[in-house]
């Protein structure tokens, strides 16, 4: 089936450590985004990419990294320097990235949390 | 920035009743929403959308209305079923070469067997 998986699905960090979380999709989408989600919030924008090599900041992309190497991938990785990480880290993609207004779908989410 | 908020954070509805969550958008540039629907534990579900050019879509035991006047998003669902309760979000996208969906805080539905 096609669809988007993250993983893991729960993740532990300790002070000081880089974590790298995983997003993997075979829907063949250009698009890839990865959102935060916190307690009662919304989902806040980390970063995205339209395309392999190329990504752009989101609104809250301190503390975080990612890369685009492949089109079915884009990794973000939780640095030492974002000093509150825990929470549900939500990645997505689209068929294209703001072209014609489509709808983006969802992974199932990894929860960070804080050792 | 602007951005999508809702006006009831809970919502409880009888099985079998009928279902309207609220949502109001202030960035009135904006033409493109979606609905989506989210399980505990799970990431979003794509429900529905609508574009600006639209004020009514229906889908299987959903419709969206959109009133552009007032800047207000509803979503309907009919014959509400316990598989119904879990938190609904609406977002927004500016411009047809937007990238960027704004979402508001969502609204829990409970459903009452």
């Known amino acids: 089936d096609g669809g988007i998986t993250q993983s893991p699905k729960y993740l532990f960090r300790k002070e000081g450590q880089n974590v790298t979380l995983s997003c993997e999709q075979n829907l063949n989408h250009d698009a890839m985004y990865w959102y935060r989600q916190d307690p009662g919030q919304g989902l806040r924008l980390i970063y995205y990419?339209?395309?392999?090599?190329?990504?752009q900041k989101g609104d809250i992309a301190e503390g975080y990294s990612v890369s685009r190497e492949k089109k079915e991938s884009f990794p973000l990785t939780v640095t030492s320097a974002q000093k509150n990480p825990t929470a549900f880290y939500l990645c997505?993609?689209?068929?294209?990235?703001?072209?014609?207004?489509?709808?983006?779908?969802f992974g199932d989410g990894t929860r960070l949390s804080i050792l | 920035g602007e951005s999508v908020g809702l006006h009831l954070p809970t919502l409880s509805v009888q099985e079998g009743d009928n279902s309207i969550i609220n949502c109001a958008y202030s960035?009135?540039?904006?033409?493109?929403f979606i609905w989506y629907k989210q399980e505990s534990g799970k990431g979003p579900q794509f429900i529905i959308d609508?574009?600006?050019?639209?004020d009514k879509r229906q889908g299987q035991r959903v419709t969206v209305l959109l009133n552009k006047t007032v800047k207000h998003l509803s979503l309907q669902i009919a014959a509400t079923q316990p598989g119904d309760s879990a938190v609904y979000f609406c977002a927004e996208m500016t411009g047809a070469g937007s990238y960027q969906l704004t979402f508001g805080k969502g609204t829990k539905l409970s459903v009452i067997p």
């Open positions: 990419s339209q395309i392999v090599n190329d990504f």
């Open positions: 997505a993609s689209s068929i294209r990235g703001g072209w014609g207004n489509q709808p983006q779908h």
């Open positions: 960035n009135s540039a904006s033409d493109y």
């Open positions: 609508i574009r600006s050019n639209m």
